[in-house]
């Protein structure tokens, strides 16, 4: 009907359609006469498939709907299911009866044996699609965390508070790599604190007039943590009254009074966005190396079993120590990227592309 370019749309598309089934019938009708005369339809398959499931849908195709019809399937000793499943042993019965290699071996015990081999090859394939799908369990928790994350950055406006506890976190990461909670000030080792100062001054430039190993070496470890997150957050309180004023320096020059000036500390200015972008950036670059380290820990963990442990234990392990450490990092890089960004405002004259 779509070839004579008969549609819906026609008026007598109803009795069009309805006599083209009817002739579809007859040719239909005619073939499956001819089909029932000659005895139905006969399935011969080749060999036997790992799956009873195939078989069956196979052996579904002939005398369907009270048709007639057969099945019938032929098997070598050399098949992969009966080579790995118990073929030895039929072969071995066969030569002991000096059975003729083309003689057909029909017999209820050799059914059963195939339909036995089925099972465990139908067992051993069920159990690596269970033992795959708790792998990917576990990938699938941290993403649904990790997604549940990035989204509410993309959602939220503000996001001071929550780089200002990065930068808190940062600084309790810094300092317990030299310095430990129980140390007395007499026990601290000179030159850990020279590293310790220098890495803290990579990381927050602006601390690089304000701190030094001797204003430190007498402070208690809790003391240290006070005066350098104060620290912290003062340098960044000023970083962003610098921010907002050379931004609204530049905006002013070239757009005058008409520009509405933005404000310090408020959630529409422009250090909130310059916080968003770097983290996202952070976050995404991340996430795709964490992606490659899982895949690698995935190919590897199979070893341990050599050690007499359960993959999927150390793999939940590794998996987890590696999201932690993702966190960490992200954490890590998002600060150390914002102590450093500087950004240029690049304004476009309108009347240049009209």
């Not at 118990?86 to 002991?96: D, F, P, Q, R």
């Not at 529409?268 to 895949?295: C, F, P, S, T, Y």
């Amino acid at each position: 009907m779509d070839k004579k370019g008969i549609t819906k749309e026609h008026p007598n598309y109803e009795n069009l359609k309805n006599e083209a089934l009817e002739k579809a019938r007859l040719i239909t009708q005619k073939e499956h006469d001819e089909v029932v005369k000659l005895g139905g339809l006969h399935v011969i398959g080749t060999e036997r498939h790992e799956s009873r499931r195939i078989d069956n849908q196979l052996r579904g195709r002939a005398a369907r709907q009270g048709d007639p019809g057969s099945t019938k399937f032929f098997l070598s000793l050399e098949d992969d299911l009966m080579r790995i499943f118990g073929g030895e042993k039929i072969a071995k019965l066969m030569t002991m009866l000096n059975v003729d290699d083309d003689t057909a071996i029909e017999n209820v015990l050799i059914t059963r044996q195939i339909e036995s081999a089925q099972k465990k090859v139908e067992t051993y394939h069920f159990d690596i699609r269970k033992s795959v799908l708790e792998y990917d369990d576990v990938m699938n928790i941290q993403r649904e965390k990790f997604y549940h994350q990035r989204r509410r950055v993309l959602a939220s406006e503000n996001l001071s508070d929550d780089i200002k506890y990065m930068m808190l976190k940062e600084v309790d990461r810094i300092l317990s790599q030299y310095i430990s909670k129980d140390m007395s000030p007499q026990e601290y080792i000179y030159e850990d604190l020279v590293m310790m100062v220098k890495e803290f001054i990579s990381v927050f430039p602006q601390l690089k007039n304000k701190i030094n190993v001797e204003s430190i070496r007498d402070l208690r470890v809790f003391e240290i943590s006070s005066k350098l997150k104060d620290l912290v957050l003062e340098c960044y309180k000023q970083f962003e009254l610098e921010t907002v004023d050379n931004f609204n320096s530049v905006m002013e020059k070239y757009y005058g009074s008409d520009f509405v000036r933005q404000e310090p500390f408020r959630d529409d200015n422009i250090l909130r966005n310059i916080e968003r972008d770097i983290l996202l950036q952070v976050v995404d670059a991340k996430w795709i190396d964490h992606l490659g380290n899982i895949d690698m820990l995935k190919d590897s963990i199979g070893l341990v079993a050599y050690g007499q442990k359960d993959p999927l234990i150390e793999y939940k392990k590794e998996a987890y120590n590696l999201f932690n450490a993702l966190m960490a990092e992200i954490q890590s890089e998002t600060v150390r990227h914002l102590f450093r960004a500087k950004f240029g405002v690049q304004v476009f004259d309108e009347s240049e592309h009209t």
